[in-house]
C-alpha cells in the first residue's frame, strides 16, 4: 500500500508541476519554415562563374552540356518532379536484373542519338578529350552507365585500337561502334588483380590448324568482375600467358567470342554472374572459363608481338619486362576517366551538401532570434569548404592528365604512368572522403538515395582498387622516382622529369616562424611542398640503400619493407604535382575578381594538406609552433571562402536536373502534395 500512496505522490506533484509551468511561460507557436532560395540570400557572384566552369571543365564543356540535354530528353532516364523541379536519375528500386537491362537500353537510346558515331575516326587529342567527354557526362547521371559503356569502348575498343593492328580495326571498328558486338575485357583473375604478370590462363598455339587454344587450368584461373560479362557480352579481350612450343612468352591479349548473336553462351566457354554488389549493379559482372576454346591465329592482338603460322614468335622487343610495359602502356586510359569521374562525383556530392547547407538552419544563437544557416556554423565551414577547395585543384589536376594522355609520345610513356597512377589514387581517395563528410553534412536527408551522397559512396567505392590498389599504385610511385633519381646519379647529370628538377636546386629554407601571410604565398607552399618530397626521397633512398648494404639482394623484399616511407613519398610527389598543376592554370588568368578566388582557394589547398599530413610534424618540415600557426589559418581562409561557397558550387558545371531535392526547395520536394 505504502508503494500505491507513493506513485499517487509523485503523479501528483508532476501534475501540479506541469500546471504551475503552464501559468509562469507562455509557449508561442513558431511559423512554419520556408525554403528561401539562396540565389535571394547570399552574395551576387564576386566573379565570372561561367569562366571559371569553363577552366574547370576544359574545351568539351559544350559537349558535357548536349549530353546532358539527350539525357534529360528520354524518359529511359527516370525524369520525376519533386520540389517544382524535374531531376533525373536511375530508379534503385529495380531488381539488379532490371537495372542491368536499363543500362543496356541507355546504350542504345545515346547510340540511336548519334553519341558514339565516328568513335574510332576522330583522331588527334580533340578526338580523345572528346572520348574522355562522352565517358564523363554519361557518370554524371549514373555510374554504371558510365562503367558499362567505358568497358565496351575504352577497355574491349581500346584494346583493338592500341594493341590490335589494321587487321583488328578493319573487322572490330564498326561493330563495336554500332553495338553489332558487345565488348568486355578479361583480365582480372580469382587468384590475380594487380598483378597481372601472374595471371594463371593459358593459351598455347596449334600451328596444324593455325588456331590459339586458350585454356583455364584451375579456378584461381578463372576470370573474375568481368564487366559486361554476366549477360551481354558476345566478345571478350582475353588476357593470358602465351606458350609456344613449352616456353612461356608472357601475358599476351586475343579475341575471343563468348555468346552467339542469339546470345547464347559458346561452345567451350563457361559464364556464370558475380551476383549482387554494393554498388553498381547496372553493371553485369560475370566469371568466365575456357575449356580449350579455339579462336583463329590472327586473333592475338599483334601490335608487340606475334605468332607466325608456323608457330614461330616473333617481336622487334626482345626483353620481356620492356615487352610487357610497351604492351599494356596504352591502357592508362583507364585511370585517366577514373580520375575524371571521381571528380564529378565529387562534385554532385558537395553542390549537394554545400547548396542544402545555404537553405538549411539549425539552432538559435539568441532566444527568439532566426535559426542559423548551416553553412554560418564556423564547424560546418570547416568540414565543407576546404574539400571545395581541394576539389578545384584535383579537378585541375585532372585536366592536366587527360592533356599529358591525349598529347602523349613514346619518350612520355614513363611520365603519364606515373602521373596517372599517382592521380588515379589521390583523387578516388578524395572522392569517397567528400562523399563521406557530405553524407554526413545533410543528416537524415543524406541517408535518402534520391538524395545521391549516401548512395554514391556505395557506387564508387570500387574505383579505390580498380585499375589498380591505391596504397600500390602510391608504392609504385615511389619506385619510378627512385630509379629516376639513381639514373640521374649514375649518370652524373641532373634530374630531369616528373617535375623533379627542383631537386638539382639548393634545398629550400622554411621560416621558422610562419604567419598567415606567409602561408599565403605561392613561394612558401611550392618550399614547403618540394622539401618535403626532396627529403623523403633522399631518406626512402638512404633506406633502400641501407637494406642492400646489409646483403638483401631481393628489391621486392626492399619494397615490401619500406612501405611506409615509400607511401609517404608517393603522397608527397602527388600532392606537387597537384599544386604546380594548380598554379600552371592560375596563371593563365588575368588579374582580376577569378584570380583572387582561385588565390584563396590555393591557399586552402596548401594549408589542409600541412594541416591534415602527419609527414609535415613527422620528420620536422613544420615546427610544432608553425603547426599550431597553420591549424588556426584554417578558420581564417573558410570564412573569407563563405560568401562565395554558392558561386563556387555552381560554376563546378553540374546542371540542377542531376543534383538531389535537398539542393533546392527540400520543404516542398517532401510535402504531402509529393507523394
Same mark, same amino acid.
Given at each position: ?47 565570372? %562563374? @561561367? ?6 571543365? /576544359?574545351?568539351? #564543356?559544350?559537349?558535357? *552540356? !548536349?549530353?546532358? +540535354?539527350?539525357?534529360?530528353?528520354? %524518359? @529511359? ?6 520540389? /517544382?523541379?524535374? #531531376?533525373?536519375?536511375? *530508379? !534503385?528500386?529495380? +531488381? ?20 558514339? *558515331? ?558
Amino acid at each position: 500500500m505504502d508503494r500505491v500512496n507513493f506513485r499517487t505522490q509523485i503523479i501528483s506533484n508532476h501534475l501540479t508541476t506541469t500546471q504551475n509551468n503552464n501559468n509562469n511561460h507562455n509557449l508561442t507557436t513558431l511559423p512554419c519554415i520556408n525554403y528561401q532560395p539562396p540565389e535571394l540570400t547570399e552574395p551576387r557572384p564576386y566573379f565570372d %562563374t @561561367l569562366l571559371l566552369r569553363e577552366i574547370i571543365d /576544359g574545351p568539351m #564543356f559544350k559537349n558535357n *552540356d !548536349y549530353l546532358f +540535354s539527350l539525357m534529360k530528353q528520354s %524518359t @529511359l532516364f527516370c525524369p520525376r518532379n519533386r520540389g /517544382g523541379k524535374v #531531376f533525373i536519375g536511375p *530508379d !534503385y528500386n529495380k +531488381s539488379m536484373e532490371e537495372q542491368r537491362e536499363m543500362t543496356m537500353k541507355r546504350i542504345e537510346y545515346l547510340r540511336d542519338q548519334g553519341v558514339f *558515331d565516328g568513335w574510332f575516326d576522330k583522331e588527334g587529342y580533340e578526338g580523345d578529350l572528346w572520348r574522355f567527354s562522352v565517358a564523363e557526362s554519361v557518370s554524371v547521371f549514373d555510374h554504371s552507365l558510365g562503367i558499362k559503356l567505358g568497358v565496351h569502348f575504352f577497355l574491349w575498343g581500346g584494346a583493338i585500337r592500341f594493341m590490335g593492328t589494321k587487321r583488328h580495326h578493319d573487322k572490330w571498328y564498326k561493330p563495336t561502334e554500332t553495338y553489332e558486338v558487345k565488348g568486355c575485357f578479361a583480365m582480372t583473375e580469382l587468384g590475380h588483380g594487380s598483378n597481372v604478370r601472374g595471371i594463371e590462363t593459358i593459351t598455347r598455339y596449334d600451328a596444324s590448324t593455325q588456331e590459339f587454344v586458350i585454356l583455364t587450368p584451375c579456378e584461381s584461373a578463372q576470370k573474375y568482375w568481368i564487366g559486361g560479362a554476366a549477360n551481354h557480352a558476345t566478345h571478350t579481350i582475353v588476357f593470358s600467358q602465351l606458350e609456344i612450343n613449352g616456353v612461356n612468352q608472357g601475358v599476351h591479349a586475343f579475341v575471343a567470342q563468348i555468346r552467339d548473336e542469339n546470345g547464347n553462351i559458346c561452345p567451350n566457354v563457361r559464364i556464370a554472374d558475380c551476383g549482387h554488389k554494393i554498388g553498381l549493379n547496372g553493371v553485369d559482372n560475370g566469371r568466365i572459363w575456357f575449356d580449350n576454346l579455339r579462336i583463329p591465329r590472327e586473333n592475338l592482338l599483334n601490335s608487340v608481338a606475334d605468332v607466325s603460322p608456323d608457330g614461330q614468335y616473333l617481336t622487334a622487343i626482345k626483353d620481356p619486362d620492356q615487352r610487357f610495359a610497351a604492351f599494356l602502356a596504352p591502357l592508362t586510359s583507364g585511370r585517366v576517366t577514373i580520375a575524371a569521374s571521381a571528380m564529378n562525383t565529387t562534385k554532385i556530392g558537395l553542390a549537394t551538401a554545400i547548396r542544402y547547407s545555404l537553405s538549411r538552419r539549425a539552432f538559435s544563437m539568441v532566444p527568439n532570434e532566426p535559426e542559423v544557416l548551416l553553412l554560418d556554423y564556423p564547424s560546418h565551414q570547416r568540414r565543407l569548404l576546404p574539400l571545395l577547395a581541394k576539389t578545384y585543384a584535383l579537378c585541375f589536376a585532372s585536366n592536366h592528365l587527360k592533356m599529358i594522355y591525349v598529347k602523349r609520345t613514346p619518350e612520355s610513356t614513363k611520365t603519364v604512368h606515373v602521373v596517372s597512377s599517382a592521380l588515379k589514387a589521390v583523387l578516388t581517395w578524395h572522392c569517397m572522403r567528400t562523399l563521406q563528410e557530405c553524407r554526413e553534412a545533410c543528416g537524415g536527408q543524406g541517408i535518402k538515395t534520391e538524395n545521391h551522397v549516401g548512395h554514391l559512396k556505395s557506387e564508387y567505392d570500387v574505383q579505390l582498387t580498380f585499375e589498380g590498389d591505391n596504397n600500390v599504385l602510391m608504392q609504385q610511385i615511389s619506385k619510378a622516382l627512385l630509379a629516376e633519381f639513381l639514373a640521374a646519379k649514375k649518370r652524373n647529370k641532373p634530374i630531369k622529369g616528373l617535375g623533379l628538377e627542383h631537386l638539382n636546386k639548393p634545398a629550400p629554407i622554411i621560416p621558422s616562424q610562419l604567419t598567415s601571410s606567409t602561408l599565403r604565398t605561392t613561394q612558401f607552399q611550392t618550399d614547403i611542398f618540394c622539401l618535403r618530397e626532396r627529403d623523403l626521397l633522399h631518406r626512402f633512398v638512404t633506406e633502400v640503400s641501407q637494406y642492400q648494404a646489409q646483403g638483401e639482394k631481393s628489391k621486392e623484399h626492399i619494397f615490401s619493407v619500406t612501405y611506409q616511407i615509400a607511401e609517404d613519398l608517393g603522397r608527397a610527389f602527388s600532392d606537387r604535382l597537384i599544386l604546380q598543376t594548380y598554379l600552371d592554370v592560375e596563371a593563365t588568368v588575368p588579374a582580376g575578381p577569378l584570380k583572387d578566388i582561385l588565390g584563396l582557394m590555393r591557399a586552402m589547398y596548401t594549408t589542409i594538406v600541412m594541416e591534415e599530413d602527419a609527414s609535415f610534424l613527422r620528420y620536422g618540415y613544420l615546427s610544432t609552433d608553425n603547426a599550431a600557426v597553420v591549424r588556426k589559418e584554417v578558420p581564417k581562409l573558410c570564412s573569407e571562402l563563405r560568401p562565395h561557397a554558392l558561386a563556387l558550387v555552381s560554376s563546378l558545371g553540374i546542371p540542377d536536373a542531376f543534383l538531389a531535392p535537398i539542393a533546392f526547395n527540400w520543404v516542398e520536394a517532401n510535402a504531402y502534395s509529393s507523394i
